[in-house]
T-cell receptor, first 113, second 109 residues
Framework: IAGITQAPTSQILAAGRRMTLRCTQD?????MYWYRQDLGLGLRLIHY???????GKGEVPDGYSVSRANTDDFPLTLASAVPSQTSVYFC????????????FGEGSRLTVL | GQNIDQPTEMTATEGAIVQINCTYQ??????LFWYQQHAGEAPTFLSY??LDGLEEKGRFSSFLSRSKGYSYLLLKELQMKDSASYLC??????????WGAGTKLIIKP
């Protein structure tokens, strides 16, 4: 089934640990995004990539890094997790950087203690 | 700057009609999206408006007025499964989506 797969779906992590959230899509979309969603706030963009080999910073990039080595994969890394990074993380993709609807993964719920 | 406002929560009755409003301020505009998000799930696409007017898609319609910075989502013949959060998002001049906080819609029998 075509779509976006995120892993893990849920994780509890000790503060200071390194964590990578994985995201893979099989729709051959050029643009991919990482958002965090917190209660009472809208989805906030962390990092994005308009095409393989390029990345950009979103609204809340501090403490996060991404890479886009190929079209399908867009991992998000927390180098040293802090409790304020407790959130639900959504990976999304769309056909182009300026066109089309966003397709979302099922989300990764991360708790940092 | 950019800003999007939508009501935090609304309640409606099964079988009725509800209108969820979204107002925005932005210096650049490339369209407005509505997404539906059930609790614990990912957002799913409902509609996209870039020109003024009403777009109808089954029980759901979306309206846009660019001059007023205003959109609404109209849901007809409400069903219990329509209980969800509805997210308004505008596409800015850089083609990035700016999201509202979402409106939680509660449907009562």
């Amino acid at each position: 089934i075509a779509g976006i797969t995120q892993a893990p779906t849920s994780q509890i992590l000790a503060a200071g640990r390194r964590m990578t959230l994985r995201c893979t899509q099989d729709m051959r979309h050029n643009a991919m995004y990482w958002y965090r969603q917190d209660l009472g706030l809208g989805l906030r963009l962390i990092h994005y990539s308009n095409t393989a080999g390029t990345t950009g910073k979103g609204e809340v990039p501090d403490g996060y890094s991404v890479s886009r080595a190929n079209t399908d994969d867009f991992p998000l890394t927390l180098a040293s997790a802090v409790p304020s990074q407790t959130s639900v993380y959504f990976c999304a993709s769309r056909e182009g950087g300026d066109t089309g609807e966003l397709f979302f993964g099922e989300g990764s719920r991360l708790t940092v203690l | 700057g950019q800003n999007i406002d939508q009501p935090t929560e609304m309640t409606a009755t099964e079988g009725a009609i509800v209108q969820i409003n979204c107002t925005y301020q932005t210096s650049g505009f490339n369209g407005l999206f509505w997404y539906q998000q059930h609790a614990g799930e990912a957002p799913t696409f409902l509609s996209y408006n870039v020109l003024d007017g009403l777009e109808e898609k089954g029980r759901f319609s979306s309206f846009l007025s660019r001059s007023k910075g205003y959109s609404y989502l109209l849901l007809k013949e409400l069903q219990m499964k329509d209980s969800a959060s509805y997210l308004c998002a505008l596409m800015d001049s850089n083609y990035q989506l700016i999201w509202g906080a979402g409106t939680k819609l509660i449907i009562k029998p």
